[in-house]
Structures are given as structure tokens and as C-alpha cells.
């Protein structure tokens, strides 16, 4: 009988067992991908935005590009609320007015985190047309130490010992690469637009580095605060963010669209940019969910080399001893801001928000974050 008892019992165990090696099999393979996702999201946009900056001929209007994605981000968005009502238009319309109109104080609570990532959307627009693309990349790094800064004074959290010499490390190798720029050696041969600026560019990664960490943090203390999910609070973003939108390329470029037209300058390559910049975010929280942070942080260093070889055979880029060491320690702080923090409790979130202003969308405790924490304002990736 002792036998006959085991023996159904033994046979669920062992099928568990096996089950479970599956998922972690399963698991593993979908971290590989999940890393190649990540490494291709980071490089592509940034080289694909400098690519058709610098192309002869019509240049499109950045102010509508940045308009156009908030448009196909908060139509995604309202069809993922759509889907999680099954489709029942009733309660979808409900939940709108409810959310949007009827709390009315709670919406434009996101009016400022949503100006500050129009005028970052468009800064990023103005630094990748003027710097070369490898030196964007690792300047726009200093979102990590702006975040930090920011979720230390804003939201009282604290860092390790390592995460604090990684900040001082990101700052170092910021700083070396800006001095070698300005040496005048690291140039883009196969781009010569003497309307580019250095100056203009750096003045607009910098600033958009800071408006991405207060603007993350900010967003990220008014949905600790909230019960609304990501989804909706990206709807209420993107209505604010498409008027903002709006705003900027009248002030900016009124006369030139209305003369030339909405998408005057619009290419297959420049649709594809913008596909990316509205879509690229959803795509990573797909597959997010199966990367931790320290893959987050490979991935994110793997797209800085990336970006700087392909930068060299697409635009002729220059990499010397001195870009090398400055690149480097960026890379190197990256990863080690991401390690497991094991001595520091309550930083959990840290680094994932500094990868980029996607990550800084955290949900509810009983949403799935990690899966919502990518649907984006910015322009660029992490």
C-alpha cells in the first residue's frame, strides 16, 4: 500500500520537477532575446534620428515628429484600456470621463511632467542633429546621475557605496569625452553640415538629462500617490503632451508647416523613426519582464559600443585613446549602477528609472509594473 502511495506521488513531483527546468530553460533563452531586444531598441533609434538629420535634401519638422509619436502612443494606449475591457465601449467610455473629465485636479497634476517631456522629446531632436551619434550616446548617460539626484532629494531614497563611485565614475567619463570634442579630433567625416552647432547640441543633451530625471521622478511620486494604471496616466500624458506639441511647432515652426505642410520632409526612414520612438517602448515592456537590471545595465553599455562601431562605418567617426577611456568608464558605471543592491533596502527602483523615462512609470502593487514601466515620453532610450 506504501508503495502504491508513493508511486502517483512520485510521479507528480518528477512532473514538476521537469516543469519547472522547462520554464527556467524557456526563461533563460527568453533573457538572450530580451537582451538583444534592448541592445537593438537603444542603438537603432539614436542612429536612425542622426541618420535622417544629416540626409541632403528636405529635412522633416522635429516639432511634428514629436507630435506625431504622442498621437500613435496615446492611440496605443486607449486601445490596450479597450482590450482590458474587452472590448465593452460602455465602461471604456466611463472610465475615460470618469478618469479625465470628472477628476479634472488629478489630470493636470501630469501637465507638468508632460511639458517638461514635449520640451525633452524636442531637446533630443536638436542634440542628436548636432552631435555626432557615439558622443550623444554617452553624454545622454548623465540621465542616471540626474535621476539618482533627483529620487535622493524628491523621493528619500539612498544608494549604495557602489552606486554613489558609479555616479562619480558616469561624470569622469562624461566629462573626458567632452573634453576630447572639444579638442576638435572626433569628427563625423561623412557629415559635413556647417549649420551644426557642438555647443547647441551639448547645452540640449544636458538639459534634456535633467528634464528626464526630475520629470521620471516627478511622474514616478505622482503614481505612487495614485490608483489609476499606467495606461490611463499615459492617456492623460500623451492629451497634454500632443496640445503641448502642438504649441512648440507653431512657436517653432508655424509659418514653415503651414506653408509646407504637416509631414513635408516625411520619408520611409523618417516614418520608421517615428514607429520607433511611439512603439519602441511597448516593444521593450514585452520582453522587459524577463530582464533584470543587470542585463537592463548590459544591454544599455553593449548599445553604447554598438552605436560607436556603427557610428564609424556609417558617418566616418573618429575613436581615439581618449573617447576609448571616456566611454569606458561610462559603460562600467552603467553596469555597476544596475549590480543588486545588498546592502541598501527600499532602492529597488533606482536604476531601472534611470535607464530611461520609460522606466520611471511605475503601477500599482498589484499591476504588473514591470510589464507597464516602458509606455514612454522620451524620444530616446535608455
Not at 549649420?195 to 521620471?216: E, P, R
Request: charged share 15%.
Amino acid at each position: 500500500m506504501a508503495g502504491s502511495n508513493q508511486g502517483p506521488g512520485s510521479g507528480v513531483s518528477e512532473d514538476r520537477s521537469f516543469r519547472s527546468k522547462q520554464n527556467e530553460e524557456v526563461n533563460k533563452k527568453l533573457k538572450y532575446i530580451s537582451l538583444a531586444i534592448l541592445v537593438i531598441q537603444n542603438a537603432s533609434l539614436i542612429l536612425s534620428i542622426r541618420y535622417v538629420r544629416t540626409l541632403p535634401g528636405d529635412r522633416f519638422f522635429a516639432t511634428s515628429a514629436v507630435v506625431m509619436a504622442e498621437v500613435l502612443k496615446v492611440c496605443t494606449c486607449l486601445l490596450i484600456i479597450l482590450f482590458q475591457k474587452r472590448g465593452n465601449l460602455l465602461e471604456f467610455g466611463v472610465l475615460l470621463y470618469d478618469s479625465i473629465v470628472v477628476q479634472y485636479r488629478d489630470t493636470l497634476k501630469l501637465a507638468v511632467p508632460s511639458l517638461i517631456y514635449t520640451l525633452q522629446n524636442n531637446l533630443q531632436y536638436v542634440a542628436i542633429s548636432n552631435l555626432p551619434a557615439a558622443t550623444f550616446q554617452v553624454t545622454y548617460q548623465l540621465k542616471i546621475l540626474t535621476t539618482a539626484l533627483f529620487s535622493v532629494l524628491m523621493l528619500r531614497k539612498s544608494l549604495s557605496r557602489v552606486q554613489w563611485v558609479s555616479l562619480l565614475l558616469l561624470f569622469a567619463g562624461v566629462a573626458i569625452v567632452q573634453v576630447q570634442q572639444e579638442s576638435g579630433k572626433q569628427k563625423e567625416s561623412t557629415v559635413a553640415d556647417p549649420s551644426q552647432s557642438y555647443a547647441k547640441g551639448l547645452v540640449a543633451v544636458v538639459v534634456s538629462c535633467l528634464s528626464s530625471g526630475f520629470a521620471g521622478v516627478y511622474f514616478e511620486k505622482i503614481l505612487k500617490g495614485s490608483s489609476a494604471s499606467v495606461w490611463l496616466r499615459n492617456v492623460q500624458l500623451g492629451i497634454f503632451g500632443t496640445l503641448l506639441g502642438l504649441l512648440g511647432m507653431w512657436w517653432n515652426d508655424g509659418a514653415a508647416v503651414a506653408e509646407k505642410g504637416f509631414l513635408f520632409g516625411y520619408t520611409s526612414m523618417v516614418w520608421g523613426v517615428i514607429l520607433n520612438q511611439a512603439f519602441g517602448g511597448l516593444l521593450v515592456a514585452v520582453v522587459v519582464k524577463y530582464a533584470d537590471n543587470i542585463l537592463k545595465g548590459f544591454a544599455t553599455s553593449f548599445s553604447i559600443v554598438i552605436s560607436t562601431v556603427l557610428s564609424v562605418y556609417l558617418f566616418g567617426f573618429h575613436v581615439d585613446l581618449l573617447f576609448t577611456v571616456g566611454a569606458g568608464l561610462v559603460i562600467g558605471a552603467v553596469y555597476m549602477y544596475s549590480l543588486p543592491k545588498t546592502s541598501v533596502v527600499g532602492t529597488a527602483s533606482s536604476a531601472a528609472a534611470a535607464m530611461s523615462p520609460m522606466n520611471q512609470m511605475r503601477s500599482d502593487p498589484g499591476e504588473d509594473s514591470e510589464m507597464e514601466a516602458f509606455l514612454a515620453k522620451s524620444v530616446v532610450v535608455k
